[in-house]
């Protein structure tokens, strides 16, 4: 069967949930046995978001194949369970980055390079890159950014020409907002119309309305808004408020998303959707008996997207663990020696967060120091593995200046540069990325948590645990136990001595699913509730 696509628009007001939509339709597809793909195309300059600030952006996410990408993957993964990789994400950058790479090559000779045809051929091709392979029924691409803005503006022309070209093969949804005035009490479809007339003043028809809302829509209202925007009435949809995003999935389906879809493209219903083990996840996230506070420490917590896959992780491994729970914020840059205490003293967990440079360094060092010496279960991630490395260097080995080359120059670089990253100038893609292999030390906490030896997991980091130093940590009690087989680079560490005190260089958030939660998250947790 060769592939068909669906593309995803958004209208009247950006972040509406395009990515959840995108996720909860492939979701449902899958549950009717299709293979699925989802891919995000990003309207900004950047060629990947690896080199934005987490606060104009939220986390960057990183994939098997080590692409830097938008967060909304990391939805796509946390829905379907399936792998995504630097062809599930494109900018506008990239798209520039290779036209501009052809046209010094020569390839479009003696021609004037242009935006139509050249960048949208460019954009074409980058949307059917994963139909081209062969391995999937549908294709589900979301375009970012809100119709009327300039920058989208060759992605939807892109789309118009594609599905042109695709004939019966594709489907658009556009997502929009019917607002509600308090004041008459009225839900407005107006926005909703001027949405669809900016798409339709550039060619484009969509084939069904998500129109999202905080209350429920008639179906006169639903008939209006199918009226003027040309659209079959049962393609009219609402997508309603819920307390989790893990329930779109299960609205949409009530609300017929995934037959609609299928309908027009004439792919076969085959079985109901089976979401068994979607609804029991639903069930144990809202039934639960316990609840753990964790303090998540980092610089970035004013904007909780930075670390978006952090927290996905712990609603995933709470559920599995009949658990809530509560993320308690800590600002690293606020946390001293003299607030310690009464700022953690209420956890059953702590977690640092992964980060670049020297900002809010101290006092992740000091809820660290706190959670050793309190017996405190303690996660740290990357940069807050290396902090555990520079805590334990400086409080136990008496290494008073012990640190990462990262932060400052120092005669105890516990945390340094790989020999491979030492001429690296450049910024963007620049860093280890990507899954690596790791061997666990059996009886470690690791080990026990994964139950196997040999994993797999995705880096994004520069800086290393320095083996020099290694002999000496583990006479101290913080011992590695986990090991890069090819590299010999230390990937985990712990204290054995502790209740629960492990730090990893890699990133396991990433790789925490609905289906499967990850093991060191659910280990932790089940740490933290002992
Ligand atoms: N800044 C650290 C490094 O580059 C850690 C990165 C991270 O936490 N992702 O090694």
Known sequence: MSTKYVFVTGGVASSLGKGIIASSLAKLLQARGYKVANQKLDPYINIDPGTLNPYEHGECYVTDDGAETDLDLGHYERFTGCPTSQANNITTGRIYQNVINKERRGDYLGKTVQIVPHITDEIKRNIKLLGNKGEYDVVITEIGGTVGDIESLPFIEAVRQLRWELGE???????????????????????????????????????????????????????????????????????????????????????????????????????????????????????????????????????????????????????????????????????????????????????????????????????????????????????????????????????????????????????????????????????????????????????????????????????????????DFEKAGMITTGINPESGLTEIVEIPAHKWFVGVQFHPEYKSTVIKPHPLFVSFIKACLS
């Open 169 to 471: 093969k594709s489907v658009l949804i556009h997502l929009t907002l019917v607002p509600f005035l308090s004041a008459s009490g009225e839900l407005k479809t107006k926005p909703t119309q001027h949405s669809v007339k900016a798409l339709l003043e550039i060619g484009v028809q969509p084939d069904v309305l998500v129109l999202r809302t905080e209350h429920e829509l008639n179906s006169d209202l639903r008939r209006k808004v199918a009226l003027f925007c040309n659209v079959a009435p049962k393609a009219v949809i609402q997508s309603i408020d819920v307390s989790t995003i893990y329930e779109v999935p299960i609205k949409m389906r009530e609300e017929k998303l995934d037959e609609i879809v299928l309908e027009q493209l004439g792919l076969p219903l085959n079985s109901e959707p089976d979401l068994e083990s979607w609804k029991k996840f639903l069930y144990k996230l809202k039934n639960y008996s316990k609840e753990v506070r964790i303090g998540l420490v980092g610089k970035y917590v004013e904007l909780h997207d930075a670390y978006k896959s952090i927290v996905e992780a712990f609603i995933h491994a709470g559920a599995v663990n009949d658990c809530k729970v509560n993320i308690e914020w800590v600002h690293s840059e606020e946390l001293n020696e003299q607030n310690a205490a009464d700022c953690l003293k209420n956890l059953h967990g702590i977690l640092v967060a992964p980060g670049f440079g020297h900002r809010g360094i101290s006092g992740k060092l000091v809820a660290i120091r706190y959670a050793r010496e309190n017996n405190i279960p303690f996660l740290g991630i990357c940069l807050g593995m290396q902090c555990a490395v520079i805590e334990f260097a400086r409080h136990v080995l008496n290494l008073a200046d012990a640190n990462s080359s990262e932060m400052e120059q120092t005669p105890h670089p516990v945390i340094d540069l790989m020999d491979s990253q030492l001429n690296v100038t450049e910024k963007g893609g620049t860093m280890r990325l990507g899954a690596y292999k790791c061997e666990l030390t059996e009886g470690s906490k690791a080990y026990e948590a994964y139950g196997q030896k040999e994993i797999q997991e995705r880096h994004r980091h520069r800086y290393e645990f320095n083996s020099k130093y290694r002999e």
